[in-house]
């Protein structure tokens, strides 16, 4: 089957670097997408990783490692307007998303 | 704004009303999605039209019903809804299905059922 893992609610310092990990199981991939969905919003798409590495984008980054079923969407200087939810979504062998749950994340001045 | 726009914006009915959500895309897309999302819980994708034709009903109850009309317009018409039902109802789109691609989605229609 296919699942998708990742924490349900984060906290960090404004000014800081934030790290939020998404973990994943498939028997086909086409991808990883991150997206960010302020409260009341549209998610908005942030970044989409279908090969090992890292992509940096400004002060978001995202990580993936197929071989460890792995992603991570790195935030860093974060400011007050980072304060969303950020799902992390899967595209399958039939170019399905597949989705998270979602992780919000709070910053705090 | 996304290029993808959904009314209304907020919607409250009884089990027993009947209604529709009204999404319009102005980028050209040939892909059309309805997903449903409850707090704390996955996107759960209900319906897929490609070139107006649907080619993904995830087993969506019956009182749910979609139409699209032309590949710029997409409805849901509700009837005799459940309070479980109660969510917020995102339309998304892009260029086409079956391919790789970001989802523009609409800021969504919030439900509440009484």
């Known amino acids: 089957g296919q699942n998708i893992d990742q924490p349900t609610e984060m906290t960090a310092t404004e000014g800081a670097i934030v790290q939020i990990n998404c973990t994943y199981q498939?028997?086909?991939?086409?991808?990883l997408f991150w997206y960010q969905q302020h409260a009341g919003e549209a998610p908005t798409f942030l970044s989409y990783n279908v090969l090992d590495g890292l992509e940096e984008k400004g002060r978001f980054s995202s990580f993936l490692s197929r071989s460890k079923g792995y992603s991570y969407l790195l935030l860093k200087e974060l400011q007050m307007k980072d304060s969303a939810s950020y799902l992390c979504?899967?595209?399958?062998?039939?170019?399905?998303?597949?989705w998270g749950a979602g992780t919000k994340l709070i910053i705090k001045p | 704004e996304t290029g993808v726009t959904q009314t209304p914006r907020h919607l409250v009915m009884g089990m027993t009303n009947k209604k529709s959500l009204k999404c319009e895309q102005h980028?050209?897309?040939?892909?059309m999605y309805w997903y449903k999302q409850s707090a704390k819980k996955p996107l759960e994708l209900m319906f897929v039209?490609?070139?107006?034709?649907?080619?993904e009903n995830n087993s969506v109850p019956s009182r749910f019903s979609p139409e699209c009309p032309n590949s710029s317009h997409l409805f849901l018409h509700l009837h005799t809804l459940q309070p479980e039902d109660s969510a917020l109802y995102l339309c998304a789109s892009r260029p086409s299905g079956g391919e790789v691609g970001e989802l523009f989605f609409g800021e969504g229609s919030r439900l509440t059922v009484l």
């Open positions: 498939t028997s086909g991939f086409n991808g």
């Open positions: 980028l050209g897309h040939n892909a």
């Open positions: 979504a899967l595209l399958d062998s039939n170019y399905q998303l597949i």
């Open positions: 039209y490609n070139f107006k034709e649907q080619t």
